[in-house]
């Protein structure tokens, strides 16, 4: 009877612990965590209006603020200086000069005792009336290497374009991993208690407290290291909108699957049309055609026009000071006979360059196609894997309900218990990386199209 009477009372404890245990006012986090398609809209919980940092908006900031962006035009600016400089080969030259002299002797007058005095002034101009195509196919290669130039700059602009999206995503990924940080270390915090409990009462042994506090302080580890992580990403986020200094602010969850429109094929055609890198080396390319024309042209003669008008006087023949006007005018037909072989090494030289650009464009075309059909690949695995994993977290996520309920009635273990939140956190976080890891290769794919 009294063995009876024991084990009543055991069985009695037993439940008042079970029941006390459910009565506990913390969410079990396999009652209330998201499904894999509420999980990301949770991220932005009630922002203020107009505090929302959207992926548009930080495109611009960057486009505005980056150094790169600054650096690019600046460039364009100096080539076009560069254009303007061999524009002037159309137009002609002129400059004053002025001399004073005074001695006892000067040119063209004997020596005397007494120190004479010479002045001149003279305005000359002087043109290029015709060189055979030199200067305008230097002024066409200066043009050409402008386009190259503008070209630059939009791989520069697409370059920080895509720096901002990695970014931006990635952060949005961080952030939602701590979420689920979170999420673990409140249920961790349940199961913690619950062990606790059940040992108080003595239906539980010492060691399932103990793994269960040792799960929880990993818990809080881990998500101390996922906060740290999200301040890092935020001032890459900076550092790729080029400023130095922006209060973090919550951002626009932009979790939106949108298939590539056209097949792998079509891609790189895209590609080969669109990449301003391509386009930078033809323009090269042309620019070094230009030059090997005006290195060539280098054994033509140059048909110059001169003209001069001066003011002279001196006090050794006592005609006083700039009395005698006189003028000059000569049209000039200069043959180059030689030059120490320069303009044959000139031309040597402009043909190798050439050689080197359309070698370094072949390289281009080559990386161009490896971008675009990594970036293609890497979009449509992580599209069926994007599937594969929200099945998985419904799965883990039924795993833990049981091992949940198993472990409040004294069914399940410790072990089973912690398993399954492990599995359930890991197929979150799998499915939460998967997803970001997605809108990088959508990002990644459309600047390898250069669009």
């Given amino acids: ?13 037993f439940l008042l612990a079970v029941l006390s245990a459910m009565l506990i006012p913390v969410p079990s ?92 002034s003279q305005a000359n101009l002087a043109m290029t009336l015709y060189n055979f195509g030199k200067r305008e196919a230097t002024v066409q290669s200066a043009r050409d290497t402008l386009d190259a130039t503008n070209f630059n700059y939009k791989t ?34 349940l199961l913690a208690r619950q062990a606790q409990g059940f040992y108080e009462v003595g239906t539980r042994a010492r060691i399932d407290v103990a793994r269960a506090e040792s799960n929880l302080y990993l818990s809080q580890a881990d998500l101390i290291t996922a906060q740290n992580a999200v301040k890092i990403a935020w001032a890459t986020l900076k550092n790729a909108m080029g400023l130095r200094d922006l209060p973090e602010r919550p951002l626009a969850e932009d979790v939106t699957m949108t298939p590539a429109p056209y097949t792998l094929d079509q891609a790189k055609q895209i590609a080969f049309a669109s990449r301003p890198e391509l386009k930078s080396f033809d323009a090269q390319r042309k620019a070094q055609d230009q030059t090997i024309a005006a290195a060539r042209r280098g054994h033509l003669p140059d048909l110059v026009f001169d003209a001069n008008h001066r003011y002279s006087g001196s006090s050794f023949d006592g005609s006083g000071a700039f009395v005698r006007p006189s003028w000059q005018i000569q049209t000039s037909l200069i043959f180059p006979i030689f030059e120490g072989f320069r303009t044959a090494n000139r031309v040597e030289e402009t043909l190798r360059n050439y050689y080197v ?28 894997r994007i599937k594969a994993n929200e099945s998985a977290v419904n799965a883990a996520k039924e795993n833990l309900d049981l091992a949940n309920g198993r472990y409040q009635v004294g069914v399940g273990s410790i072990i089973e218990a912690t398993d399954a939140q492990t599995l359930y956190a890991d197929a979150q976080t799998t499915y939460i990386r998967t997803l970001y890891d997605y809108k990088i290769a959508e990002a990644q794919l459309t600047r390898a199209i250069g669009q």
Avoid: C, W
């Avoid at 009877?1 to 009372?9: G, V």
């Avoid at 209330?32 to 009630?46: E, I, N, V």
């Avoid at 370059?159 to 689920?180: D, E, H, N, P, W």
């Fill in 29 to 120: 986090p396999a009652a209330d965590s998201p499904a894999p398609s509420q999980l990301m809209l949770s991220q932005t919980a009630a922002p203020q209006p107009g505090n929302v940092l959207t992926l548009d908006e930080a495109i611009q900031i960057a486009l505005e603020n980056h150094p790169s962006i600054m650096t690019s035009k600046e460039r364009i600016g100096a080539q076009q200086a560069v254009v303007g400089q061999q524009m002037a080969a159309y137009y002609p030259t002129m400059n004053l000069s002025n001399f004073y002299q005074t001695g006892t002797q000067t040119a063209g007058a004997p020596t005397t005792d007494r120190a004479q005095d010479r002045y001149q």
């Fill in 1 to 13: 009877m009294i063995f009876l009477r024991k084990e009543s009372m055991q069985l009695e404890l």
């Fill in 357 to 384: 650009i359309k070698s370094q464009e072949e390289l281009q075309r080559q990386q161009v196609a490896l971008d675009v059909e990594q970036a293609y690949l890497r979009l449509v695995e992580l599209q069926e």
């Fill in 156 to 189: 520069t602009v697409d370059s920080i374009i895509f720096g901002v999206k990695q970014a931006y995503f990635t952060y949005l990924g961080l952030r939602a991993l701590v979420k689920v940080r979170e999420e673990i270390v409140k249920s961790r915090e």
